[in-house]
């Protein structure tokens, strides 16, 4: 079964851009698409990226996606306040009888 | 606009069953290549997804609790639900319902706001 592994936390100062991990412990993870959450504090989910590097309607072009094997990347630049929030990876596990996996997700701190 | 609410008991005894139901308005539960689904955040740790359906009846579980875990949809009321039968203290958690729209995971569509279940006698 896969598990997707963040850092537990990330910071930046306004302005600057910001970095998130996501690492797979399995290579059925490199056969499937990555998509990315933002939770504000006392919120629902929201769809930052889909399908590894696509941005739903609204998504600022500040926000990108990466992924390269079993791991893949969340970057947000021109970091601003409204971007403190924790930050989830997700992917189909196709292993077994496939299940939906979130990552361990990461705190973002604006300083 | 789409939205969707969350509805059920704030609590529920261990061994028992949970029940929610997410009443979805706005658009029709029916409508083509719309999923729903349940995902689940316990107090201060991350989401599991917990189950999709679509409007057809076709189910899609997560394998860790597929064993506990029913979800339906009642095309007549706009709704769907789910069940966690035998449920324990690690079933405490804020259920989200959530809209996906092309296949059963991909959230593109609105979330509810959430209820907190707890599991407690």
């Known amino acids: 079964q896969s598990v997707l592994t963040q850092p537990p936390s990330a910071s930046g100062t306004p302005g600057q851009k910001v970095t998130i991990s996501c690492s797979a412990n399995t290579s059925n993870f490199g056969r499937n698409y990555v998509y990315w959450f933002q939770q504000l504090p006392g919120t629902a989910p929201k769809l930052l990226i889909f399908?590894?590097?696509q941005r739903p309607t609204g998504v600022p072009d500040r926000v990108s996606g990466s992924k390269s094997g079993t791991s893949a990347s969340l970057a947000i630049s021109g970091l601003r306040s409204e971007d403190e929030a924790d930050y989830y990876c997700?992917?189909?596990?196709?292993?077994?009888?496939?299940?939906?996996?979130f990552g361990t997700g990461t705190k973002v701190t604006v300083l | 606009q789409l939205q969707l609410q969350e509805s059920g008991p704030g609590q529920v005894k261990p061994s028992e069953t949970l029940s929610l139901t997410c009443t979805v308005s706005?658009?029709?539960?029916?409508?083509?290549?719309?999923?729903w689904g349940w995902i689940r955040q316990p107090p201060g740790k991350g989401l599991e997804w917990i189950a999709s359906?679509?409007?057809?009846?076709?189910?899609y579980y997560n394998p860790s609790l597929k064993s506990r875990v029913t979800i339906s949809v009642d095309t007549s009321k706009n709704q769907f639900s789910l069940k966690v039968t035998s449920v324990t203290a690690a079933d405490t958690a804020v259920y989200y319902c959530a809209n996906a729209i092309g296949g059963p995971v991909d959230w593109f569509g609105p979330w509810g706001q959430g209820t907190l279940v707890t599991v407690s006698s």
């Open positions: 399908r590894n590097n």
């Open positions: 997700a992917a189909w596990d196709d292993s077994l009888s496939g299940n939906y996996v």
């Open positions: 706005g658009d029709s539960i029916s409508r083509n290549n719309y999923y």
């Open positions: 359906i679509y409007s057809s009846g076709s189910t």
